[in-house]
């Protein structure tokens, strides 16, 4: 069982930077791929990026190629999301996820966080 929080959201400008937090509980958090997710209001969850358990292997969705940086620490069962250059259309609540492998579909991941809303003000 891993449980998953995540944290650093908030209200940002248009160009502004974030850095999300999630942190996992339990003894096998390095064994997991981690992936990040978000959600814009009346829409489906969204893949964002994803690592593997080594952190040797990333994967992004085009739209934040070069804006987004995943990470993790695995002394500290921690994954990183760096949000550089945000933009508008990076408002949504920012998931983070513990699967096998690294994914982009949502059913992919056995473990999921409560979410942190992301607000970028144009």
């Known amino acids: 069982q891993v449980q998953l929080v995540e944290s650093g959201g908030g209200l940002v400008q248009a160009g502004g930077s974030l850095r999300l937090s999630c942190a996992a509980s339990g003894r096998t958090f390095s064994s997991y791929a981690m992936g990040w997710f978000r959600q814009a209001p009346g829409k489906e969850r969204k893949f964002v990026t994803a690592i593997n358990w080594s952190g040797g292997s990333t994967s992004y969705v085009d739209s934040v190629k070069g804006r987004f940086t995943i990470s993790r620490d695995n002394t500290k069962n921690t994954v990183y999301l760096q949000m550089n250059s945000l933009k508008p259309e990076d408002t949504a609540v920012y998931y983070c996820?513990?699967?096998?492998?690294?994914?982009?579909?949502?059913?992919?991941?056995?473990?999921w966080g409560q979410g942190t809303q992301v607000t970028v003000s144009s």
């Open positions: 996820a513990a699967g096998t492998r690294v994914a982009s579909l949502a059913h992919e991941y056995d473990y």
